[in-house]
């Protein structure tokens, strides 16, 4: 008799169900392998250093190889096994408050994922300096408060320092992420810092300021900005006057006001405020002339930021 050669195969299906770092998904049964989050690297500052400011604020890179989201606990003291200082928190840098001269601190970040996955940091360390480094000044900037989707925004920022140390900027863009220190800059002098938004909605930015040795600045330049596509709220006006921070924003102009008037059909007549925020498509009849202050006239298809907010 001819002998027959049977395959058997036993496939278990537990939906929804996790396997050590595996995944098994409900639609397909297919066992989805997880990695652990990225080690964290990059420390600020870096490992070991020394004559670190006693006004610092720690940072490191992370993420996930998956693009899960990350949480991180932090480990901060002045024992070579530094203990828990804050747990689950999901930006990358801690301010560890005011601390003392000429000691040496050490931390460590243990990154987790949303499946229970971590991955543990190495410890680093640095030390304070001995002597006195004054803070530099809270950054300023003058912005504007709303932009379009995708579009580059050019953030413009400047702080001074006492010292004429040189400056860095952080900065926290509101959507999760952050430029991480940019710089060395000359003091009171602007950067440009550029980001974009995907997706419309409020976001607050916030800048803190640091100088060469590491010290923070004692407070913070912070604003919301609003992304947003103008969807039929253009209308047709004749606007006349002086106008200033003139930017292309896609296919729009933006500019504030210096002193205009702004003629809206049909025929009302009004003087925005100083500062008013407007955005004229590039589909016009008009002219700027550059100044400064730069000139606008002409009959334009134009809107008025302030009468479309709130969304």
Not at 121 to 135: D, E, L, M, R
Request: charged residues 15%; proline residues 8%; contains cysteine.
């Amino acid at each position: 008799m001819e002998k027959k050669s049977v395959t058997i195969c036993l496939i278990v299906i537990l939906l929804g169900t996790t396997i050590g770092s595996s995944q098994i998904t409900e639609e397909t049964g297919i066992i989805m392998e997880n990695n652990p989050p990225n080690p964290p690297s990059d420390p600020y500052p870096e490992n070991e250093s020394t004559n670190v400011s006693i006004n610092i604020l720690l940072s490191w890179t992370g993420g996930d190889p998956d693009g899960d989201p990350v949480t991180y606990d932090v480990f901060f003291g002045i024992i070579s096994a530094p203990p828990k200082v804050t747990t689950n928190q999901s930006t990358t840098f801690y301010d560890p408050g005011a601390l003392n001269y000429s000691v040496t601190y050490y931390w460590q970040i243990v990154a987790w994922d949303n499946q229970s996955a971590s991955t543990t940091g190495p410890i680093w360390s640095f030390t304070t300096g001995y002597t006195q480094n004054n803070p530099p000044s809270n950054p300023i900037g003058l912005n504007p408060s709303w932009w379009l989707p995708a579009e580059d925004y050019h953030l413009i920022v400047s702080a001074s320092d006492p010292d004429d140390d040189d400056v860095y900027f952080f900065v926290d863009w509101g959507d999760g992420n952050t430029s991480g220190w940019s710089g060395p800059y000359e003091p009171d002098l602007e950067a440009t810092l550029i980001h974009n938004w995907s997706n419309e909605g409020n976001y607050t930015i916030t800048v803190k300021t640091r100088d060469a040795a590491g010290m923070l600045s004692m407070g913070n330049y912070s604003f919301v900005i609003q992304i947003f596509e103008i969807r039929g709220n253009l209308e047709k006006a004749i606007i006349i006057g002086n106008i200033h921070n003139r930017k292309p924003i896609g296919d729009y102009i933006y500019f504030t006001v210096e002193t205009i008037a702004y003629i809206r059909f049909p025929g009302r007549l009004i003087f925005p405020n100083v500062e008013t925020e407007i955005a004229v498509i590039y589909k016009y009849i008009g002219m700027i002339i550059e100044g400064p202050p730069d000139f606008i006239i002409g009959f334009f298809n134009a809107v008025i930021i302030s009468d479309i907010w709130p969304r």
